[in-house]
Nanobody
Framework: QVQLVESGGGLVQPGGSLTLSCVVNGTFAALNFMNWHRQRPGKEPELVAS???????DYADLVRGRFIISRDNAKNSVYLQMNNLEPEDTAVYLC???????????????WGQGTQVTVSS
């Protein structure tokens, strides 16, 4: 059983910063892409940032230049540093990974439960 555990959400004022963390617990053979999605109120989930095993990063246009994704492969963890936050960044942020289950040949997506980020004065 694999479980993704996010932390670091909360209430922050516009212009402030937060860092989200996600650790992948359980038994699996390998991790591939690690991502952060978010779901803003009344909208579909959207991909915010993605990072490969080798550290290559990709960002949605709305957050490029403000958010930084990183990962620690030894800790099976991914992070999202969010700077200069705007009210429009208010959302549930979800950690997602592509992993190889033990004994399986197929890469499988796995999602966390999410952590709430609220940007408000």
């Amino acid at each position: 059983q694999v479980q993704l555990v996010e932390s670091g959400g909360g209430l922050v004022q516009p212009g402030g910063s937060l860092t989200l963390s996600c650790v992948v617990n359980g038994t699996f053979a390998a991790l591939n892409f690690m991502n952060w999605h978010r779901q803003r109120p009344g909208k579909e989930p959207e991909l915010v940032a993605s990072i490969t095993v080798g550290g290559r990063q990709d960002y949605a246009d709305l957050v490029r230049g403000r958010f930084i994704i990183s990962r620690d492969n030894a800790k099976n963890s991914v992070y999202l540093q969010m700077n200069n936050l705007e009210p429009e960044d208010t959302a549930v942020y979800l950690c997602t990974v592509l992993l190889l289950p033990t004994g399986s040949p197929d890469w499988t997506p796995s999602w966390g439960q999410g952590t709430q980020v609220t940007v408000s004065s």
